[in-house]
């Protein structure tokens, strides 16, 4: 009887043993990655912030722009939606109208009073402003590079109320909605870092390929110049940069530029590990192999170096990543980066700063706490990366 | 000890070449934005009132001899800045850079070496001891608490403590001295005033830093704590405490050691924040004054190459310090 349980648990045993030796460098990294609670966790988080934020029209009920502003809910507390009250149950959730009144009563200033028996209905799926979801439009100098393209094209929101309004998240101090807001601001956010990585990694890719291929005096005078760019601090100097942006500049050039400068100063670090990897990798026998055949030193390196170790620069990237939108809050933060129009993370943080908000629109503060969600979630996903990655942490099965 | 000189010659040499060619990149920075510093001074005067005419601005950069090439500007910058130790005036407010900056720069680059000498100090000892931890409770909550070092952004964290002492205490904690001893000269009872406001400056920049060490830290022991040399420590006889520190911890410090002009280099990334927040009256704020209002290039030239010099300063030292502690470079120089 024992036997007849026995074998198939050895089957298994064996099959699972099978597919470990046979997996291959994507299989294992990824069975080492899911067997990491934390990172996956910290993956799904970071799945949801990257679809919100690319369905952030569909899913915020009012245009984070001016155009969508509440000029009867400026400064606007956050509306909670509730399913019941002393008014008994309600199948479909409901806010609070809010109601606005100036008169001798109030010292002839605006007031606004919640009115606790007007009930305000949440719709799904209702019809509002129209937005595409694939909306492009760089407004570049010279007329070459603009590019205007739509597609996508809907006006239908997740929620909305048939009268009244409903602010999840409260209103900034012209009434925009901060739940609309913050969702934009992710992507905007998570935009500039995209692009901020991939041109720091071109340039580490280049630079650091170069030097670690040819080695001698090439790779004497890149690291040389690589470690004169890591020393020279980066926000006071994207600083220096930034503040010499004409006002004037379009909020698509400001994007631009920023992005420019975040890959200009990021590359270092990747650089340097691409060429020290290369220096003991170009030493081995199938690069020898490869150049007795005649290939050129790009195709080799393309072909046959980079190749070797494309996981450790994935997460390296990965890895980068929460520093590239960090810094790219810092810059926004000093006023400096993408401004009050443009909705980006850091925007949204500049308004915390005073003291008003502190003390009375506590509310300006949730859009931080999205910011150290998203960063939090690239760091644990770029540590379970790191780990899973490397073949000497310990395996579990 | 000939050997030692050679080396020290050999490292200062070589801070020297990168401290060139960052002035290169910082000079060619400055000379990439749009406008000249004549231009800039004399659109500031036009503002002022003056009428000003396009002879005016030619006179005035051959004045300031913006008309000779670029690397023959280049050279005199450094020779002033190197063998003088002159940055010029400024573009806008005709000062004297070195006058100007002297003072702040000297606040700024204490406050911020304290902050990272505080965050080694919490992070050496925190970091090995959770590194030879093998309860995941600590783990964990030290793993989290520093990767919300990374996450928080101080400024966060400044307006929390600003805000806290505003309805606590009635004082919202900003500045660096108090108003009688603003203008006063250096004296004990200023630099008392003065420490009596950087705490906050030294906890919110050293609270990244320290997020950052604590997790250096742990990261080396843990590669160094499974290797064979302590496992034959241990079958001395030799454990706890002393163990630790006797055997991995001397080769784990090593790298940080090394990785101590990068930390600074973050710390001055963080500087204009919290400067901003907590409105101090040194570098980092200034910095932003002179950017963001009236854009100076001498000046912000003059601020990024001081803050590097500072860390190629400390790159330096550190390599130093290392070649002294560490036994293998220490005979191979010394003898």
Redo the contacts between chains.
């Keep these: 009887m024992d036997a007849v349980v026995e074998t198939p648990r050895l089957d298994e045993e064996r099959k699972r043993k099978e597919a470990y030796f046979t997996a291959s460098q994507g299989q294992l990294i990824w069975a080492r990655f899911k067997s990491n609670r934390s990172a996956m966790i910290a993956g799904w988080a970071l799945i949801i912030m990257v679809l919100m934020g690319f369905f952030a029209p569909f899913l915020s009920p009012y245009d984070p722009t001016v155009a969508g502003r509440n000029k009867d809910y400026e400064n606007g507390a956050p509306q909670i939606p509730f399913f019941w009250d002393h008014n008994g149950f309600s199948p479909r959730p409901f806010v609070y109208a809010v109601e606005r009144e100036r008169s001798i009563k109030t010292n002839f200033r605006w007031v606004t009073t919640i009115n606790y028996e007007k009930r305000r209905y949440l719709h799904f799926f209702v019809d509002g402003w129209t937005y595409s979801l694939i909306d492009v439009r760089w407004d570049l100098p010279g007329t070459a590079f603009d590019v205007n393209f739509k597609a996508l094209t809907f006006n239908k929101h997740l929620f909305g109320t048939d009268e009244g309004f409903v602010h999840l998240f409260g209103t900034d101090a012209s009434g925009k909605d901060i739940f609309s807001r913050t969702l934009h601001a992710i992507w905007t956010s998570l935009a500039v870092g995209t692009l901020g990585v991939l041109i720091s990694f071109v340039l580490a890719l280049i630079i650091g390929g170069v030097a670690g291929y040819f080695g001698g005096w090439i790779d004497s005078v890149l690291q040389?110049?690589t470690?004169?760019?890591?020393?020279?601090?980066?926000?006071?100097?994207f600083?220096?940069?930034?503040?010499?942006m004409?006002d004037e500049w379009s909020s698509e050039m400001r994007f631009f530029v920023i992005s420019l400068i975040l890959g200009l100063v990021g590359w270092p670090t990747l650089a340097r590990r691409i060429r020290t990897h290369l220096l003991t990798e170009r030493a081995q026998e199938y690069v020898l192999a490869a150049q007795l055949a005649g290939a050129p030193s790009g195709h080799i390196i393309r072909r046959h170096l980079l190749p070797s170790f494309t996981s450790y620069i994935i997460v390296d990237l990965m890895i980068s990543f929460?520093y590239m939108v960090?810094?790219e809050?810092?810059l926004s933060?000093?006023?400096?980066g993408l401004k009050d129009p443009v909705n980006s993370l850091g925007a949204l943080?500049q308004n915390?700063?005073k003291?008003d908000v502190?003390?009375n629109y506590q509310w300006y503060?949730i859009p931080?706490i999205f910011?150290?969600a998203l960063?939090?979630a690239f760091?644990?996903v770029g540590d379970g990366l790191r780990d899973a990655a490397d073949p000497y942490s310990s395996v579990k099965k | 000890m000939a050997q030692f000189i050679q080396f020290t010659l050999s490292r200062a040499v070589m801070a020297i070449v990168t401290l060139l060619t960052v002035s290169l990149i910082v000079f060619s920075l400055m000379e990439l934005v749009p406008g000249t510093c004549a231009e800039r001074y004399l659109a500031f005067k036009n503002t002022q009132g003056s009428q000003i005419t396009v002879a005016d601005i030619e006179a005035e950069k051959k004045r300031l001899g913006l008309d000779r090439p670029f690397l023959v500007r280049w050279a005199s910058w450094v020779e002033n800045v190197f063998v003088r130790g002159q940055f010029g005036e400024s573009c806008i407010l005709r000062l004297n850079i070195n006058q100007l900056l002297a003072d702040k720069f000297w606040i700024s680059l204490g406050i911020c070496l304290a902050a990272l000498l505080a965050a080694y100090l919490i992070a050496i000892p925190v970091g090995i001891v959770s590194a030879s931890s093998k309860s995941p409770v600590t783990n964990n909550v030290l793993r989290f608490l520093s990767y919300l070092g990374l996450a928080m952004p101080n400024f966060l964290l400044a307006l929390i403590i600003m805000l806290f002492s505003t309805v606590m205490f009635g004082d919202s904690l900003t500045g660096l001295f108090s108003k009688e001893y603003r203008d006063a000269a250096w004296s004990w009872a200023k630099f008392g005033d003065f420490l009596a406001h950087a705490w906050l400056p030294i906890f919110i920049l050293g609270w990244s830093a320290t997020a950052f060490a604590l997790q250096t830290v742990r990261a080396l022991m843990l590669d160094e704590i499974g290797k064979l040399y302590v496992t034959a420590a241990t079958a001395r006889g030799i454990f706890g405490r002393r163990l630790l520190w006797r055997y991995p911890a001397r080769h784990a410090l090593g790298p940080v050691i090394n990785s101590l002009g990068f930390d600074l280099n973050r710390i001055f990334n963080e500087l204009p924040v919290v400067a901003l927040i907590l409105t101090l009256t040194e570098s980092g704020a200034l910095l932003i004054e002179s950017l963001a209002r009236s854009n100076d290039q001498q000046l912000a030239g003059a601020i990024i190459f001081l803050l590097t010099a500072s860390i190629v300063f400390l790159n330096f030292v550190t390599d130093i310090m290392l070649a002294l502690m560490d036994p293998r470079v220490r005979r191979g120089l010394m003898g």
């Design positions: 040389m110049i470690d004169a760019v890591r020393t020279v601090p980066a926000i006071p100097l600083m220096a940069m930034a503040a010499f004409p929460p960090r810094s809050t810092a933060f000093i006023g400096l943080m915390v700063s003291a502190l003390l503060f931080v910011f150290i960063v939090l760091v644990f």
